[in-house]
Structure formats: C-alpha cells, structure tokens
C-alpha cells in the first residue's frame, strides 16, 4: 500500500500559475503509476494527467493540454502538477492517486487507482 499527501492548493488569479505536490510513502514509489484528478462542486471526477513509472510518458486532458505538466522524481517520492494559465473553470479539489497495475491504455478512470490522497484546493478567480 501507499499513502498520498498533497500540497500546493490555493487561491491564484485567473491567468496565474500555481504548482501541486503529491508525496508518497513507501519503498516502492517507482511501482506506481500516477495520476492527478480534480472535481469541481457538483460535477463528476475527472482525468487531469498521469504519468508512467520512470517519468517517460506523460497524459493530459485536452482542456488542461499545453497549460499544465506532471512530473514525478521518484527519489523524493514525489509527483507534481505544474499549473500556469489558470481559469476559473480549474477551480476544484485535486487528488493525486496511484497504482501499481496500470498497463495499457489503463489511466483516464479514476477507478483504474487504487490509492488516492485527500485531496487540495485550487480556487481561481476573474
């Protein structure tokens, strides 16, 4: 198993930037593939973007493609979500998940992950 801490919500501008966090316990960090979620007050939990184990392929949304990138540095146990040209349609809790058998075309389900964090706040304003 693992447990998933994120960090890095907030309040930001419309067209600001900001940049979430998500760390990992465990020995075996590099076994999982991860992701990141969001869901907004009413709406459904949606895909945001994964990435593989060693960090080679990465996936994104089509409405966050170009604006956000995920990275992962698995000697710090860590995956990360950077967030720039913010709208206020972004505005939502954002969970990082995990898991460890993901292959394929497996990664835009959130029911795909078997572990997910608790999630973060992002609020973006106009």
């Known amino acids: 198993q693992v447990q998933l801490v994120e960090s890095g919500g907030g309040l930001v501008q419309a067209g600001g930037s900001l940049r979430l966090s998500c760390v990992a316990s465990?020995?075996?960090?590099?076994?999982?593939?991860m992701g990141w979620f969001r869901q907004a007050p009413g709406k459904e939990r949606e895909f945001v973007a994964a990435?593989?184990?060693?960090?080679?392929?990465?996936y994104y949304a089509d409405s966050v493609k170009d604006r956000f990138t995920i990275s992962r540095d698995n000697a710090k146990n860590t995956v990360n979500l950077q967030m720039s040209n913010l709208k206020p349609e972004d505005t939502a809790i954002y969970y990082c998940?995990?898991?460890?058998?993901?292959?394929?075309?497996?990664?835009?389900?959130?029911?795909?992950?078997?572990?997910w964090g608790q999630g973060t706040q992002v609020t973006v304003s106009s």
């Open positions: 998940a995990a898991d460890d058998k993901l292959s394929g075309t497996k990664r835009y389900r959130s029911s795909e992950y078997a572990y």
């Open positions: 465990g020995r075996t960090f590099s076994d999982y593939y």
């Open positions: 990435i593989q184990r060693i960090g080679i392929g990465t």
